[in-house]
């Protein structure tokens, strides 16, 4: 068991989550694939996700956006690409 850091007493945590937390790792371990495409439900991307895929700032995802090398959608201020179309962009050479 372990203890709340604020006042000191014990926490107790739900079996249900050890459990689901538990065998998840496990079909993981096993390379069970239907947990891979679980969470690999992601199909738009945002500027977040090109600035970390490609290690740059803010400034420099708006710009490549904005030079239109590959298709984007503009919903209210978030820009939103496809990801395979992104990341095929991105083996061609950007």
């Known amino acids: 068991m372990s203890r709340n850091?604020?006042?000191d007493e014990p926490r107790t945590i739900d079996p249900k989550l050890i459990?689901?937390?538990?065998?998840?790792?496990?079909?993981?371990?096993k390379g069970d694939s239907q947990i891979h495409t679980q969470e690999k439900t992601k199909v738009?991307?945002?500027i977040k996700d090109i600035m970390n895929k490609m290690g740059?700032?803010?400034?420099?995802?708006?710009?490549?956006?904005?030079?239109?090398e590959f298709h984007a959608?503009?919903?209210?201020?978030?820009?939103?690409?496809?990801?395979?179309?992104?990341?095929k962009w991105l083996r061609e050479g950007k």
């Open 44 to 46: 738009m991307i945002g």
């Open 5 to 7: 850091i604020l006042n």
């Open 73 to 87: 959608i503009k919903i209210g201020r978030r820009y939103l690409v496809h990801e395979e179309v992104f990341d």
């Open 19 to 29: 459990d689901e937390g538990l065998m998840r790792f496990m079909r993981l371990m």
């Open 56 to 68: 740059i700032g803010r400034d420099s995802a708006y710009m490549i956006i904005k030079r239109k």
